[in-house]
């Protein structure tokens, strides 16, 4: 079954750039999208198709995708985005829907 | 506002079984939940099962796979998840989910817990 890796957690200060990655064999090749997750809530999507935002996403997330490697950026981060994100992407071979093991910012 | 609300939760003994339900307000009539995401406590997260609007096709992850039922009644715009020979690995925080673009799941419920125990 298709995995997907990201790195336990990232650090980063308030208003710098936060950047998480997720790996994955030939992952440029899928569609990626990644959740955050606050304590004791459900997830919300903040990207969609690599680089795509929902409604309501500030343009201070961004996502690209290539090769083995798919990544999140969060420009100007601020306390409230202190989270769990997750990248996900759909195995159509398997028609699995697949998680990454997520990642945990800390905004310090 | 959109939204779904998933409700069957409980303490349940291993060997048991347990049917969970999700309700998606009439707003969502025309984007139904299909899909079942899993948390355990303290861990991330995993996709569950899948079916397709129309209940043609059922998909399932291998820790589920045989013991798990996905299902809908579209006339009640409702999705069910029946859970069968329930075992401890199975106690986790239960979310449906609407399928968006690319395969994203762009709207989840808050969810409802599942505890297997004795």
């Known amino acids: 079954s298709y995995v997907l890796t990201q790195p336990p957690s990232v650090s980063v200060a308030p208003g710098q750039t936060a950047r998480t990655t997720c790996e994955g064999t030939?992952?440029?090749?899928?569609?990626v999208h990644w959740y955050q997750q606050k304590p004791g809530q459900a997830p919300v999507l903040v990207i969609y198709n690599d680089d795509d935002r929902p409604s309501g996403i500030p343009e201070r997330f961004s996502g690209s995708n290539s090769g083995n490697t798919a990544s999140l950026t969060i420009n100007r981060v601020e306390a409230g985005d202190e989270a769990d994100y997750y990248c996900q992407v759909w195995d159509t071979g398997s028609a699995y829907r697949v998680f990454g093991g997520g990642t945990k910012l800390t905004v310090l | 506002q959109v939204q779904l609300e998933e409700s069957g939760g409980g303490v349940v003994q291993p060997g048991r079984s347990l049917k969970l339900s999700c309700a998606a307000s009439?707003?969502?009539?025309?984007?139904?939940?299909t899909h079942w995401v899993r948390q355990a406590p303290g861990k991330g997260l995993e996709w569950v099962a899948s079916?397709?609007?129309?209940?043609?096709?059922?998909y399932y992850a291998d820790s589920v796979q045989g013991r798990f039922i996905i299902s809908r009644d579209n006339s009640k715009n409702r999705l069910y998840l029946e859970m069968n020979s329930l075992i401890r690995d199975d106690t986790a925080q239960y979310y449906c989910?609407?399928?968006?673009?690319?395969?994203?799941?762009?709207?989840w419920g808050q969810g409802t817990l599942v505890t297997v125990s004795s």
């Open positions: 989910a609407t399928q968006g673009e690319g395969g994203s799941l762009d709207l």
């Open positions: 030939n992952i440029g090749s899928k569609s």
């Open positions: 079916i397709l609007y129309d209940g043609s096709n059922q």
């Open positions: 009439r707003l969502t009539f025309s984007r139904p939940p």
